[in-house]
């Protein structure tokens, strides 16, 4: 094709107005998210506002705690936190104290970073534990209320103000096999996430734009949540009344832990 014949096509193409920014389609956040390098020279975003290393709370609406054995890990327990595609990305670890805080855990980023802190002091008439940044400050509460027959916890802010319920069956006749429970906002009109529990792990699902630290307190809950199941378990069994609801399997199971 000439120069000529170019031209003419270009003069002879129609006119028109270049498209609007309002006709292109909205935004919508992947299905899957990239993997998540955990290398040391990995460029580290901050958002404005979020907490150092709860950046990659932003962008989800659903994180899995899996417990991880280790052969060195003594009295203490392990944990990896995923994403909803399974990557890891955050690592926490709770330490057993003979004497000292009811429930200790730190949760680090992959790299090895404080991320948030979670402490239960020693309380004789109500059970609270404490959420904190890794400079100190406080984020929240998360307060368990007694009842025999449901679970009742409260997710606080600083200032002690009720901002989700978790509501469900006993923690304490539910120590083995699969139990829901409900995350609701404060008047208890509309459920905003669950709160799954498994022989394998325990599933966290928030909305995607659930305020960032409230998405650690509820994490967080989770840790606390599963720490009182383990207990009472552990009680039920040394006791041997735990009735139908435990079998050999988990006695074996539980000497396994014991002994390792």
């Not at 404005?48 to 203490?76: A, C, D, Y």
């Not at 670890?93 to 404080?114: L, W």
């Not at 004789?124 to 534990?129: G, K, L, P, T, V």
């Not at 325990?202 to 989770?222: H, R, Y």
Request: glycine letters at 8%; aromatic letters at 8%.
């Amino acid at each position: 094709m000439s120069s000529t014949e170019f031209q003419s096509i270009i003069q002879n193409a129609p006119k028109g107005e270049p498209p609007s920014y309002t006709t292109i389609a909205p935004y919508a956040p992947p299905d899957t998210y990239p993997p998540v390098d955990s290398g040391p020279f990995m460029g580290t975003t901050y958002a404005m506002g979020v907490p150092q290393g709860m950046e990659h709370l932003l962008q989800i609406n659903q994180l899995s705690i899996r417990e991880k054995f280790k052969v060195t890990q003594g009295w203490g327990r392990n944990f990896d936190v995923l994403n909803p595609v399974g990557q890891g990305v955050l690592q926490a670890e709770q330490r057993i104290h003979c004497c000292g805080p009811m429930f200790d855990v730190t949760v680090r980023d992959m790299r090895g970073n404080d991320v948030m802190a979670l402490h239960e002091g020693c309380h004789c008439c109500s059970r609270e534990m404490e959420v904190h940044s890794p400079d100190g400050g406080l984020l929240g509460f998360v307060t368990l209320h007694w009842n025999s027959f449901v679970t009742h916890l409260s997710i606080k802010n600083p200032a002690k103000q009720v901002l989700l319920l978790i509501l469900g069956p006993s923690l304490q006749a539910n120590v083995f096999g699969n139990i829901s429970f409900e995350v609701k906002s404060s008047d208890e009109q509309h459920v905003v996430g669950m709160i799954r529990h498994t022989n394998e792990e325990v599933t966290v699902s928030f909305p995607l734009d659930m305020e960032v630290t409230v998405k650690a307190i509820l994490a967080g809950s989770a840790f606390y949540m599963v720490s009182i199941m383990r207990s009472g378990r552990d009680l039920r069994t040394l006791r041997g009344g735990v009735g139908e609801s435990v079998t050999h399997a988990h006695r074996a199971k539980y000497r396994e832990e014991r002994l390792s």
